[in-house]
T-cell receptor, first 113, second 113 residues
């Protein structure tokens, strides 16, 4: 059972570069989301999606884009990387019902130089 | 708006002793509350969720959580701590209106032999 798969696991970028963090789930979950985790700040929601073709912003969306063309995939794009975007990024998915928990990938550790 | 707070950055407990990790919440309407655990370099793993009507919820790995409506708390408990329980614990609430999850800042649990 793959669950939620994130690639790459590690990445180093230079300021101004762009890249896409990949996220795929094989549980047919409607809901998917992206978080960033920074020391002492818990998880902050970047973007989320309640189904294919539907996305919305979270708490900290600036500098990031998302799309949801299929149920399985939810890529996160950094448009022009900045050192403030150095973080650990987690993708999660869940069924749509409000009493359902999220399933998390193992994260992408991103450093912006 | 929905929110959760974890007042303790760190909890230290001796192996074999009971442990409590605190969480308070602020929600409008019914609370949809969750506990997750994170081990180093891993994603979050679901431990348990609040089920309406049950003041004591049992979850994975011997953990349970006590829901108290009057104190708006959902504290994580375990009768006898193990060294392997040492990890980062997150409380979360799901907002049914906007279908977003909100996480606390996390509590690091240290269980000493």
């Amino acid at each position: 059972n793959a669950g939620v798969t994130q690639t790459p696991k590690f990445q180093v970028l230079k300021t101004g570069q762009s890249m896409t963090l990949q996220c795929a789930q094989d549980m047919n979950h409607e809901y998917m989301s992206w978080y960033r985790q920074d020391p002492g700040m818990g998880l902050r929601l970047i973007h989320y999606s309640v189904g294919a073709g539907i996305t919305d912003q979270g708490e900290v969306p600036n500098g990031y884009n998302v799309s949801r063309s299929t149920t399985e995939d939810f890529p996160l794009r950094l448009l022009s990387a900045a050192p403030s975007q150095t973080s650990v990024y987690f993708c999660a998915s869940s069924l749509g019902q409000v009493n359902q928990p999220q399933h998390f990938g193992d994260g992408t550790r991103l450093s912006i130089l | 708006a929905q929110s959760v707070a974890q007042p303790e950055d760190q909890v230290n407990v001796a192996e074999g002793n009971p442990l409590t990790v605190k969480c308070t919440y602020s929600v409008s309407g019914n609370p949809y509350l969750f506990w997750y655990v994170q081990y180093p370099n891993r994603g979050l793993q679901f431990l348990l969720k609040y089920i309406t009507g049950d003041n004591l919820v049992k979850g994975s790995y011997g953990f349970e959580a006590e829901f108290n409506k009057s104190q708006t708390s959902f504290h994580l408990k375990k009768p006898s701590a193990l060294v392997s329980d040492s990890a980062l614990y997150f409380c979360a609430v799901r907002d049914p209106n906007f279908n977003k999850f909100y996480f606390g800042s996390g509590t690091k649990l240290n269980v000493k032999p």
